[in-house]
């Protein structure tokens, strides 16, 4: 009887990441989305246990923004959803809404590109690993090194779209600029992504 395949391996950043060239990439100035809590603004920075690359012992703390509404919906609700049979408090819904942040050219390190992370030795599984110890510690190492990236690029893991992960750090807290569009519950691309995906508020 064949025995078990060999697991794959969990990359984790590589002990001389710090000496490697860290490949940078132009992302032009656009507006960016993020759904927030009415309570805040949308430029919040923040270092939170549950967010992709935020280690707890990043030196700057990071702003999440996503390419449209639909990917910044999934990012903020998309495991609530799946967790609890498609449904979701209204008390969540109604104290949320949506806003664009103007993001100015960075030259940032993208993840969601193959050459990037060929460079540095990652694949999409360290990455989106359900365990966040892993990309958490990718954060943590792309922040320190000494290209001094002022952003990560990434993928969403629910729609596969870009996100980027922006570090507090070099003045770029006052070149965003954010625009409130919305509550949630008044804003018709976020009543179709209700209706799309069968999801029920109770």
């Given at each position: 009887?064949?025995g078990?395949?060999?697991?794959?391996?969990?990359?984790?950043?590589?002990?001389?990441?710090?000496?490697?060239a860290?490949?940078?990439?132009?992302?032009?100035?656009?507006?960016?989305?993020?759904?927030?809590?009415?309570?805040?603004?949308?430029?919040?920075?923040?270092?939170?246990?549950?967010?992709?690359?935020?280690?707890?012992?990043?030196?700057?703390?990071?702003?999440?923004?996503?390419?449209?509404?639909e990917?910044?919906?999934?990012?903020r609700?998309?495991?609530?959803?799946?967790?609890?049979?498609y449904?979701?408090?209204?008390?969540?819904?109604d104290d949320?809404?949506?806003?664009?942040i103007?993001?100015?050219?960075?030259?940032?390190?993208?993840?969601?590109?193959?050459?990037?992370?060929?460079?540095?030795?990652v694949?999409l599984t360290?990455l989106m690993n359900?365990?966040?110890t892993?990309?958490?510690q990718?954060?943590?190492?792309?922040?320190?090194?000494?290209?001094?990236?002022?952003?990560?690029?990434?993928?969403?893991?629910?729609?596969?779209?870009?996100?980027?992960?922006?570090f507090?750090r070099?003045?770029i807290?006052?070149?965003?600029?954010?625009t409130?569009?919305?509550p949630?519950s008044?804003?018709?691309?976020?009543?179709?992504?209700?209706t799309?995906?069968?999801?029920?508020?109770?």
């Amino acid at each position: 009887m064949a025995g078990s395949p060999n697991p794959r391996p969990l990359r984790f950043p590589p002990a001389d990441l710090a000496t490697r060239a860290l490949p940078g990439t132009r992302q032009i100035s656009r507006a960016w989305y993020r759904v927030h809590p009415k309570t805040y603004t949308a430029i919040h920075f923040s270092l939170t246990p549950t967010h992709r690359y935020s280690h707890p012992d990043c030196p700057h703390p990071i702003l999440y923004v996503a390419m449209d509404p639909e990917t910044s919906l999934w990012e903020r609700f998309g495991d609530s959803v799946f967790d609890n049979g498609y449904t979701l408090p209204q008390t969540l819904w109604d104290d949320a809404m949506i806003s664009t942040i103007d993001v100015p050219s960075l030259h940032l390190c993208d993840l969601s590109g193959t050459k990037t992370r060929s460079a540095i030795t990652v694949d999409l599984t360290a990455l989106m690993n359900e365990d966040l110890t892993v990309p958490q510690q990718w954060g943590l190492e792309i922040q320190k090194h000494p290209a001094l990236a002022p952003a990560i690029k990434f993928k969403s893991r629910f729609t596969g779209t870009a996100c980027l992960a922006v570090f507090d750090r070099g003045g770029i807290r006052a070149q965003l600029k954010e625009t409130p569009l919305s509550p949630l519950s008044q804003f018709n691309p976020a009543l179709d992504w209700l209706t799309k995906n069968d999801v029920t508020l109770f």
